[in-house]
């Protein structure tokens, strides 16, 4: 991430991210939003180089446990249940890459 947006990996560290426990997370405005979400265009400013985290949303367990919690997903991120449909090997295996 820090190559595409062409910093060094440290300033990276220091500017973007947080220490979550023994991991880093990228920081987060006060609204949810992440720090490099655009939110006049609606996009992210990385998506190539999106981290798993963000590659495996919205398939997050709390986001897929139940059909209210999906729905709270869709109502939360206008972007989720949209698209190309994705089968449920996928979710799964997307959802067991991360536990949020």
């Not at 919690?69 to 949209?82: F, I, L, R």
């Amino acid at each position: 991430m820090a190559s595409a947006i062409d910093v060094p990996v440290d300033e990276f560290y220091e500017k973007y991210t947080r220490k979550v426990g023994i991991r880093y997370s990228l920081i987060e405005y006060s609204n949810g939003d992440c720090v490099f979400f655009d939110n006049k265009s609606r996009r992210c400013n990385v998506y190539e180089a999106r981290p798993r985290q963000c590659r495996t949303w919205p398939f997050w367990n709390s986001n897929i446990r139940t059909e209210e919690a999906w729905q709270e997903t869709c109502e939360a991120c206008p972007g989720s249940g949209k698209g190309k449909l994705v089968s449920l090997e996928e979710i799964e295996r997307s959802a067991a890459e991360i536990r949020i």
